[in-house]
Nanobody, 122 residues
Framework: QVQLVESGGGLVQPGESLKLSCAAS????????MGWVRQRPGELREQVAD?????????TYADSVRGRFSITFGNTKKTVYLSMNNLKAEDTAVYYC??????????????WGQGIQVTVSS
């Protein structure tokens, strides 16, 4: 029904920046919210950031990334970016894009992307 494709991950050194992108496609009627979660090795998934497609782009961030990461929509609400600055080793994780949307017919649909690796290491 809805597909998410992430891009932009990779290997960077501590203090550097990286920008992740996520494009949603499929039978999307409207976007409730989109976001990013991450999973460090051996840990549970952690909500990193999300942005509302309803309330004028209201954003929320995990305490661990607030002030360093920024989530924004692209030209449409079907694309979302995560700008990550001053990256730290503890930001190393697989990052997953998430989407909470209404599909054609009005049904709510939640989905996640395949995940993309971000590695911060010197």
């Amino acid at each position: 029904q809805v597909q998410l494709v992430e891009s932009g991950g990779g290997l960077v050194q501590p203090g550097e920046s990286l920008k992740l992108s996520c494009a949603a496609s499929g039978s999307i009627r409207s976007v409730n919210s989109m976001g990013w979660v991450r999973q460090r090795p051996g840990e549970l998934r952690e909500q990193v950031a999300d942005i509302s497609g309803i309330s004028d782009g209201t954003t929320t961030y995990a305490d661990s990334v607030r002030g360093r990461f920024s989530i924004t929509f692209g030209n449409t609400k079907k694309t979302v970016y995560l700008s990550m600055n001053n990256l730290k080793a503890e930001d190393t994780a697989v990052y997953y894009c998430s989407a909470d949307v209404k599909i054609m017919g009005g049904t709510r649909y939640l989905t996640w992307g395949q995940g993309i690796q971000v590695t911060v290491s010197s």
